[in-house]
């Protein structure tokens, strides 16, 4: 009878897991209760403004702001998530055959069908 073919599922087998949560958060609390307590604690006026890369703040924060840079930004996002799925594709082009060639021609149709909507509707353009 062999005893490694038996399935015993007991709590202590979780042990290792709990003791490296247990260290990690003890980890976490002790260097952030030394930082604090080793740490320079000289407020000054300069330490407590905002900083902002450098440049000085210039009126108040609750102003629209333009839509097209969050914009642009999630178009890129968008096509840039697209060529990440084009490597799969590029490992496994002879195995894929004609049927994969057809497959990745229409997902990058959609993907232009998509884009020239989006230059259609302006989304590009900066002008306002």
């Not at 976490?28 to 000289?42: N, S």
């Not at 102003?63 to 060529?83: C, N, R, T």
């Amino acid at each position: 009878m062999n005893l490694f073919l038996q399935a015993t599922n007991t709590p202590f087998n979780y042990f290792p897991i709990a003791l490296q949560i247990v260290i990690a958060v003890g980890f976490v609390i002790v260097m952030m209760a030394v930082t604090h307590l080793l740490g320079p604690k000289r407020r000054t006026e300069d330490k407590l403004i905002n900083f902002e890369s450098g440049i000085p703040s210039v009126g108040n924060a609750r102003q629209p702001m333009g839509i097209k840079y969050f914009l642009v930004a999630i178009l890129f996002v968008l096509f840039d998530v697209e060529v990440i799925f084009f490597y799969p594709y590029a490992v496994n082009f002879r195995y894929l055959g004609q049927e994969g060639f057809i497959e990745v021609v229409l997902f990058v149709a959609f993907f232009l069908c998509g884009f020239m909507y989006i230059v259609k509707k302006g989304a590009l353009d900066w002008e306002d």
